[in-house]
């Protein structure tokens, strides 16, 4: 048996080794937290088909004074559709404004305006993106400011994208809308071919293409920049603004 003498000198050796390993533990340095792990990634296909019928466009002309180039502006308005889809420079701007995956614009032949089917059919090989156009009808409507040409269109956006790379979206990101790639490319096309003119979209399926009041107004209400040179700045920033949201969105290709 232990006697008193005993116990109190291992009470005084516990105590010692208690106080010591307190003191080495606040000795110690803060520890750095875990690094953060890599974004999450991952695959990502996407099929969509959208379709619209009814669609009104107008084309205005710049600032307050007197329109220039008034027959050069018909000529690309008449022309519109089919100019775009052979420009090379529209087909870039597309593909930019769908993420960087390959698009293209095609005509629909006026007999299959109405088919739903023709607008909606798979992009062709090679094709993520194929954003397809048809007139319906085209008039004058008269303005404030003068005739001001409208056209109504059937349009067609179908995606077709398989195996993306993309990382977790940002909070606030949201897809982009059917109607926005179209319209900033119809509107740097007329401003590249007829500067000093601008085509906006002025009406929706719900307005009827036969109510020129309703056309009137939106044409006369619209916001249009003072010059060129401001529409070739507003514009550039809106096209970098999409551009950046559908790169987010759709996400990029996997390298070969």
């Given at each position: ?170 909070l606030g990101k949201a897809e982009p809308l059917p109607e926005e790639a179209l319209s900033l ?34 044409a006369e209400d619209a916001k249009l920049p003072p010059s060129v040179e401001d529409q070739r ?21 996997r390298k070969p």
């Amino acid at each position: 048996m232990l006697s008193l003498q005993s116990l109190k000198r291992w009470g005084q050796v516990l105590l010692l080794l208690a106080v010591g390993t307190t003191a080495c533990q606040r000795e110690q340095p803060p520890q750095p937290p875990p690094s953060p792990g890599p974004a999450s990634t991952g695959t990502l296909s996407r099929d969509s088909a959208f379709w619209v019928s009814g669609w009104g466009y107008y084309l205005r002309p710049t600032g307050a004074g007197k329109p220039t180039g008034a027959d050069k502006s018909k000529e690309v308005w008449s022309d519109l559709f089919s100019g775009m889809s052979k420009d090379a420079k529209t087909r870039e701007l597309l593909t930019r404004l769908h993420g960087g995956w390959p698009a293209e614009l095609i005509v629909v032949d006026a007999k299959q305006a109405k088919d739903q089917s023709a607008f909606k059919a798979q992009p062709p090989d090679g094709v993520a993106v194929v954003l397809r156009v048809a007139d319906l009808n085209l008039k004058e409507v008269k303005t404030i400011a003068g005739p001001v040409p409208f056209r109504e269109i059937s349009y067609g956006l179908v995606i077709r994208i398989k195996d993306a790379l993309i990382a977790e979206l940002p909070l606030g990101k949201a897809e982009p809308l059917p109607e926005e790639a179209l319209s900033l490319a119809i509107e740097d096309y007329v401003l590249r071919h007829a500067p000093g003119w601008v085509a906006r979209r002025g009406t929706g399926p719900a307005t009827s293409f036969a109510d020129d009041e309703q056309l009137r107004r939106s044409a006369e209400d619209a916001k249009l920049p003072p010059s060129v040179e401001d529409q070739r700045r507003e514009l550039d920033q809106k096209i970098k603004d999409l551009a950046n949201r559908s790169k987010d969105y759709y996400g990029a290709m996997r390298k070969p």
